[in-house]
């Protein structure tokens, strides 16, 4: 082999190398020509002479440069050891010479025609012919920038010449030319002409095989630098275009380029589109690259594109995933699992990426916006942790609190998803434990919820007993609504998979550890739990459940057998509970270890419960309290029924005595007590009576009464009865009406009754009571009779029952009355007949703090007799101005109950009784007995704060306002029986109290029940009183008529009917017309406004019963002209068209009652505003449950019409004049229902802050400081604003006001805010100025009304307007440039105000009123925020204004300066005020200065 020798200059780094000439190039000698005939033998193909001079020329200049072409047969080309100085050379020799260069191109090319020669020049070269690689001879001539485009240009067109090579899956990089080019393009230190080698690349790329494209794409960031990256972009755009197979190396191109915000923009907007048809594969690269990509300014329209577009694979139908065939395993691969991984390392390095999904979240306020993927997205924020797992907890309870996340999306996140979840199982087990631990229903029910679902998915033993030691922390967490709904899931999971939790039952037995702290709805579902796990295990024959049944009655008969009657009241919950599940007919027949059967333990069980509280009566009470409600709901085996017949079969032989022909056979007497029989409906034929006075006189001597569980056990009794007599009671009929053995008349009356001692006092009054309980049982049980629910009661015809069910309701009327009576006089603490716990205690009405629990009461009787002859000296009527007893009128009677304002205080005994006796007489009948005149229509006052202690009337008893009693009289009189149906209308509103959303004795749970026994829901209690409605008002109709026309009626038949029902005649006992039909009015308008003020009366389950509640109260006559101004007109039938019905209905009630009573009339009114806030509830947008409504348009007009019609009558009430009443309750009770009113006015008016405008500013500065004859023809006719009722106007005014500005703070500082700008910011600045002017017009009422209580509020509320107003600064500033000169008017005339205040501080610590100096740190603090967020206003916005800061003088309201603070402020001549601080004069700082803005105008700064 002949080699090339080297003719380069021994020195190059000193001296360029010369030109070659084309004599140069010529053969010298014969090796020389030799040598190149050899080459040109080998490296071209026999071209023509031209090509040869090329190719001689070619290898000439790489031989004199130092490169040996062929140094070994088949080897790369041997370069210098300086390839660098190689490079050199050849740049200069082809620099100074185009047609040299043109032909060392061709050279080459010619060269390279062979894919041999290729090769070599594209391998690693040796280096002085040696085994050391270098660089490859093609690297070093890209390198030369005379030739660099023409060697770029010539690879690129050999690249297409190798496409072959990737048919059979490719060669390795030695032997793949194609690819051996490409990784010579990258890596050069400069490109010549980068736009036209990037035009070139990019033909190639978009003709190559798909694996050699995706490795060009991928290596573009290295191959071009920082050039020309406009040009990648959008050649990349275009390309991904043609075939999205090369999306993952476009985007590492993306990441790897060195982009400037625009075409970062371009590649984000490329990469977005491809969301939707990029293959699964491939998104989570795609997503990790947008999410990371994102910057402030692009991050939102990231997102939303992402939520959007992405369609989420896991998403599959949620209830075919609850078949077992696909309980959990997932249809879909690792995919989701990939994209959720990128989406959460993407928020873990990208800050911003959180914030921004929960700010994007919080703007979507409509249910169809949201999607799976929020829910995961919020997941996977709390699954990053750090200080955003807070903010994605609370969007949560936020979005579904808003009602936009329902419960399908999480089942969408979780069932048939268990692969997919394992990795998120704990942060979903947080999110669920937050949700439950909620106080809010909707949180709760999705918490629960969420936690079935994680049990149901997850079977896995590990994950069970996470979610069981979760439900187990919340139990043990002491929060009462947390540890209800936690046992709530806990029931759910234990009925669905019992026979799964048995073998993990020892991760739940810790919940016994807590016992002790569980009201009784939280015992009984801990015990239910444990008893259908001991049942499930038992069912299974597993050993399990024979140790957890054991357990469970071991604990059991421990806390029966307990002294302490707290864990005696445990156990009996317990054995109730057992007995249900063990004891029940479907119960499984299994057999323990003691051949006993289930229904044997359950009743062994029930026995030791019964014989361990024989000796106590509350533990007894409670017993057969939970035996009633246990009858009523479960069927319980024979064996349990018969024996529970046989204990209640003893009531007789303890409770009854025989009688002879109606009479007692021997009376009994004892402590100078004789007994008589009271209220005998059956006369002589009466086989028996109830003994009450004698086993009162043997309680004195025992330990224990049994009249405490008398009444308990009769309804057992009762209830017994039933359920073995197919639901009828003729087997225990002589009971309603067998007489009561109580203490004689005589001891009522007359000069007996004078003489009784405290003891004696006592046995009346316990007497009585137990009989008003007695007959509430009695009511209890019969009422069931009538009420059309009992299939056959052949045997007890309702024509004899309903008579008797209204005389005992008499009787009943009169003992409360008589107790009531009593207990204002004799004051003591009656014994309880229920149990006493929170649960039981409350089940209508409120408990008194001042009861005693677990206590037998004593005969102690606290009798003050000064009060006493007080309250008797009271019952003589005041003398008109002849000094005669003047006969009480109708007004005198309305003011007495309430109905209206009298001027003089009403007296005890001037109620109007029915009778038109004398009132000497009245007097006299009131002075022989120590009781008074009693008026069994007033609302038992003193038993109402003891009714928690008796008897509760159930729900059933409500339907005696349906009947009426047969009347024998001379005439027909409704009003007779009113004073009966008040009776149970009074019930009934307290249970409404109860339910209502108001309520204070709201239970834990997320389902409000009635207490007690009854355990009622409020759906169902709905469904039980909805016949009742039409009854509420035949009632309040016949009241009406009474106090509108009167009635001519005869005075003696309610005493003609109580003497008929057995009522003794006691000559005090008076019932007054006008105070029942007064009371009547007021209690079915509360009633009606309550029921329609609960929140489930607007479930889809109980519409029908708000339908029939709108119904029963429409008017008579037709709406047509009602409705005249509403289009389109509701159609009839219709829920908008009864609403407006029932609206007009109450209407015309409140222009009825104008005409007698200012209080009866706001009551109306009041019930006027819950029908129109019920029908805003029912129509609101938000309020999904109940469907999309098509009337939509209808109803808002609706709406809006009857809000201008309760805003008229609510002026029209406000220009009446109400009676006046000196004493303090006439004026609280007339002040309260002003301020009611006004509200009502204030708040459904047209423009809310117009209105206040107008009355702050012109209708209140009228009002004198002073009473005046003549006030009422000055206050621009508004007779309820008078000098008494100026404070009530004036806190009303400051707090609907500060109303608006709330309102108005949150319009401009939501996320509408953008929205606000220009032409429609104005509105607001204007409702802005108008709250201004309100304040600063109420603050400076202080200069004329002098009370400390006004001056009190005006520093008071001016504070809060101040902080509240401080909030709008921001809105303030950015409207500046356009409405300056509306906001400088806005500062300037608040500050008018703020100078007021400042001076009533000052006045008030100079004259120590600690109503007003209490109140001044903080509202000194508002205003100087005040104060310099003006400052910060005027100096970031451009304005001609000139600021001043200083101090005020002391000034008084009236302007004139303090002689004592006067100071010469010096130099500038500016006023300065200096204000009193609330600290010593020498520590004045600061912070503690008063300072103001002295002055804002339009001057032109001199600075």
């Known amino acids: ?92 020799r082809l620099s100074v010479d185009p047609s040299l260069r043109s032909r060392f191109v061709a050279g080459f090319s010619a060269y390279t025609r062979t894919p041999q020669n290729l090769k070599r020049v594209l391998i690693p070269a040796s280096q002085d012919g040696g085994f050391r690689k270098g660089e490859s001879l093609a690297r070093i001539l890209l390198l030369v920038a005379p030739i660099q485009a023409q060697i770029l240009l010539l690879l690129l067109e050999k690249i297409p010449e190798h496409f072959d090579a990737y048919g059979n899956g490719g060669l390795p990089l030695k032997d793949d030319v194609a690819r051996l080019i490409v990784k010579h393009f990258m890596w050069l230190d400069f490109l010549v002409d980068a736009e036209g080698f990037i035009e070139k690349l990019m033909e190639v790329v978009s003709i190559s095989p798909p694996q050699l494209k995706k490795e060009i794409v991928g290596s573009l960031p290295e191959i071009i630098g920082e050039q020309c990256n406009g040009t990648v972009v959008t050649a990349l755009d275009r390309l991904l275009q043609e075939d999205s197979e090369i999306i993952l190396p476009v985007l590492d191109s993306f990441s790897n380029l060195n982009l400037d915000e625009q075409l970062q923009e371009q590649a984000i907007t490329t990469a977005l589109s491809c969301i939707r048809t990029v293959e699964a594969d491939h998104m989570p690269h795609l997503l990790r690259f947008l999410l990371l990509s994102s910057t402030p300014a692009n991050v939102r329209r990231i997102l939303s594109q992402i939520r959007e577009q992405l ?12 078949n077992n065939k696909l309980k959990g395993k997932s249809p879909v691969d690792s995919t989701d699992a990939s994209i959720l991984d990128a989406l959460r390392l993407s928020l873990l390095f990208k800050n911003i990426l959180s914030e921004a999904i929960l700010k994007e979240m919080n703007s979507l306020d409509q249910p169809r916006e949201h999607k799976v993927i929020d829910v995961w997205l919020i997941v996977l924020i709390h699954t990053n942790g750090g200080c955003m797992m807070k903010n994605s907890e609370r969007m949560l309870k936020k979005k579904i609190l808003d009602g936009c996340f329902h419960k399908v999306l999480f089942e969408q996140c979780i069932n048939g998803q268990r692969e997919l979840v394992k990795d998120y199982f704990p942060s979903f087990l947080s999110i669920t434990a937050y949700l439950l631990s909620c106080k809010e229903p909707q949180a709760k029910m999705f918490g629960i919820h969420l936690y079935t679902s994680l049990f149901e998915e997850f079977s896995d033993t590990y994950s069970r007993q996470e979610i069981l030691g979760a439900l187990v922390t919340h139990i043990g967490s002491g929060v009462g609504h947390e540890v209800c709904s936690a046992l709530e899931t806990m029931i759910l999971v234990t009925s669905k998979h019992a026979e799964q939790l048995v073998p993990i039952s020892s991760h739940i037995t810790g919940i016994l550890d807590y016992l002790d702290g569980f009201h009784e709805q939280n015992l009984r579902k801990v015990y239910e739990v444990f008893c259908q796990l001991a049942l499930a295990a038992y069912s299974s024959a597993n050993s399990i459940g024979s140790s957890i049944l054991n357990e469970l009655l071991i604990i059991i008969r421990k806390q029966v057998g307990n002294p302490d009657i707290k864990y005696r009241k445990m156990g009996i919950i317990g054995t109730i509970k057992i007995v249900s599940t063990l004891g029940g007919v479907n119960a499984t027949a299994s057999y323990m270890s003691t051949q006993k059967s289930n229904g044997e333990e359950a009743l062994e069980l029930l026995k030791l419960s019964v014989d361990s509280c024989k000796l106590m009566s ?316 009693v008026d069994i229509s007033e609302k038992p006052i003193c038993l109402e704060s003891q009714r928690f202690k008796f008897r509760p009337l159930l729900v059933d008893c409500l339907s005696i306002l349906s009947f009426s009693e047969k009347q024998d009289s001379c005439c027909s009189d409704s009003l007779a029986e009113l004073p009966l149906h008040l009776y149970l209308i009074r019930d009934f509103n307290s249970k409404l109290e109860y339910l209502s959303p108001s309520s204070k004795l709201t239970t834990t749970c997320s389902v409000k029940t009635l207490a007690g026994y009854t355990r009622m829901a409020t759906g169902e209690f709905l469904n039980r009183v909805r ?22 009626s005869c005075e003696d038949h309610w005493k003609s009917s109580s003497l008929a029902a057995g009522n003794p005649d006691l000559p005090y006992i008076s019932v007054s017309k006008i105070s029942v039909a ?268 002098d009370k400390v209580v006004v001056h009190a509020m005006a520093v008071k509320y001016g504070g809060k307007y101040m902080d509240r107003f401080l909030k709008v600064f921001d809105f303030l500033q950015d409207q500046f440039q356009a409405h300056n000169d509306i906001i400088l008017e806005l500062v300037k005339e608040l500050q008018k105000g703020t100078r007021t205040i400042q001076t009533i501080c000052s006045e008030a610590k100079g004259l120590k009123r600690t109503m007003v100096t209490s109140k001044v740190p903080a509202t000194k603090r508002s205003m100087e925020r005040f104060l310099f967020h003006v400052k910060a206003l005027l100096h970031s916005t451009p304005s001609n204004c000139t600021f001043w800061m200083g101090n005020l003088k002391h000034k008084d309201l009236s302007g004139q300066v303090v002689s004592s603070q006067v100071y010469d402020n010096g130099e500038d001549g500016m006023p300065q005020e200096m204000e009193n601080s609330d600290e010593d004069n020498n520590s004045i700082g600061p912070a503690q200065r008063a300072i103001e803005v002295e002055d804002l105008g339009d001057q032109q700064d001199d600075d």
């Open 311 to 322: 369609k989420f694979a896991g998403v599959i139908n949620s209830h075919a995933c609850r």
């Open 1027 to 1048: 016949s009742l409605f039409t009854s509420l008002k035949k009632h309040l109709d016949s009241a009406v008529s009474f106090l509108q026309y009167g009635s001519e």
């Open 1078 to 1345: 007064t009371s009547v009015f007021k209690e079915v308008l509360y009633c009606y406004s309550k029921l329609l003020s609960m929140p489930d009366l607007f479930l889809k389950t109980n519409l029908s019963v708000l339908r029939d509640m709108l119904e029963a109260f429409q008017p008579i006559e037709k709406l047509d002209q009602f409705l005249f101004t509403i289009k389109p007109l509701p159609t009839p039938g219709s829920i908008d068209y009864l609403y407006c019905g029932a609206f007009a209905f109450y209407e015309g009630i409140m222009d009825i009652a104008f005409s007698f009573s200012f209080t009866l009339a706001s009551e109306a009114l009041v019930t006027l505003e819950s029908i129109v806030n019920s029908y805003v509830m029912l129509t609101e947008p938000c309020r999904e449950r109940n469907g999309k409504r098509n009337d939509e348009e209808s109803s808002e007009c609706a709406v809006g019409f009857l809000r201008s019609r309760l805003a008229l009558s609510s002026r029209k009430l406000l220009l009446q004049d109400p009676c006046k009443e000196d004493s303090d309750k006439g004026n609280k009770n007339r002040g309260d229902m002003i301020q009611k009113i006004l509200q009502i006015y204030l708040k459904y008016s047209e423009s809310t802050s117009e209105l206040l405008d107008e009355l702050a500013c012109k209708v209140l500065p009228q009002v004198p400081s002073h009473r005046a004859t003549n006030t009422q023809e000055a206050m621009n006719g508004f007779p309820t604003l008078s000098p008494m009722m100026f404070l009530i106007w004036y806190r009303v005014l400051h707090e609907e006001n500060l109303s608006i500005l709330s309102n108005t703070v949150k319009e401009v500082t939501g996320r509408s805010r953008r929205y606000i700008q220009g032409e429609a910011a104005k509105p607001l600045i204007i409702k802005l100025r108008q709250t201004v002017n309100v304040v600063v017009a109420l603050v400076n009422m202080c200069k004329v009304h």
């Open 1 to 92: 082999m002949v080699f090339l020798q080297r003719s380069a200059p021994p020195n190059r780094r000193k001296r360029r190398p010369a030109p070659v000439s084309d004599d140069d190039l010529q053969p010298r000698s014969q090796p020389r020509h030799v040598a190149a005939a050899a080459v040109a033998t080998e490296g071209s193909d026999g071209g023509d002479e031209g090509s040869e001079r090329d190719f001689t020329a070619f290898i000439s200049v790489l031989a004199d440069a130092g490169c040996t072409l062929l140094a070994t047969p088949g080897a790369p080309p041997s370069l210098p050891a300086d390839p660098h100085r190689f490079g050199r050379c050849l740049e200069g």
């Open 618 to 933: 509350q533990p007894l009470i409670l017993l057969y309290d939970e035996l009633i409600v246990l009858l009523e709901s479960t069927n319980l085996q024979p064996v349990i029924i018969e024996w529970i017949s046989q204990h209640v079969g003893e009531f007789e032989s303890l409770f009854l005595s025989d009688l002879v022909e109606g009479q007692l056979p021997v009376k009994s007497t004892s402590n100078g007590i004789e007994g008589e029989l009271w209220m005998n409906l059956d006369g002589v034929v009466s086989p028996v009576c109830l003994n009450v006075l004698p086993l009162l006189f043997s309680s004195m001597e025992q330990c224990s009464s049994s009249l405490q569980f008398l009444p308990s056990q009769f309804l057992l009794l009762s209830i017994v009865e039933k359920v073995t007599n197919h639901g009828s009671l003729s087997g225990i009929d002589a009971l309603l009406g067998c007489p009561i053995h109580l203490p004689s008349f005589k001891f009522l009356v007359g000069a007996d009754g004078k003489k009784l001692t405290d003891k004696q006092k006592w046995i009346i009054c316990s007497s009585i009571y137990y009989a008003i309980n007695w007959i509430r049982e009695l009511l209890n049980a019969f009422s069931t009779q009538i009420i059309g629910r009992v299939g056959s009661i052949s045997h007890f015809p309702s024509e004899e029952l309903v008579p008797k069910i209204m005389k005992r309701l008499r009787n009943l009327v009169l003992l409360e009355g008589l107790l009531n009576a009593y207990l204002k006089c004799y004051p003591l603490s009656l014994p309880e007949l229920r149990y006493s716990a929170e649960h039981y205690g409350s089940s209508f009405s409120r408990r008194d703090n001042t009861k005693s629990k677990g206590k037998k009461s004593t005969p102690s009787i606290l009798h003050d007799k000064n009060q006493k002859q007080k309250k008797d000296s009271m019952m003589v009527e005041k003398p008109d101005a002849n000094g005669k007893l003047r006969q009480p009128t109708i007004m005198d009677v309305l003011r007495r109950a309430g109905a209206i304002e009298s001027q003089e205080v009403s007296s005890a005994g001037s109620s109007g009784a029915t009778s038109n006796r004398p009132h000497c007489q009245e007097n006299e009948i009131a002075g022989c007995n120590e009781l008074g005149l």
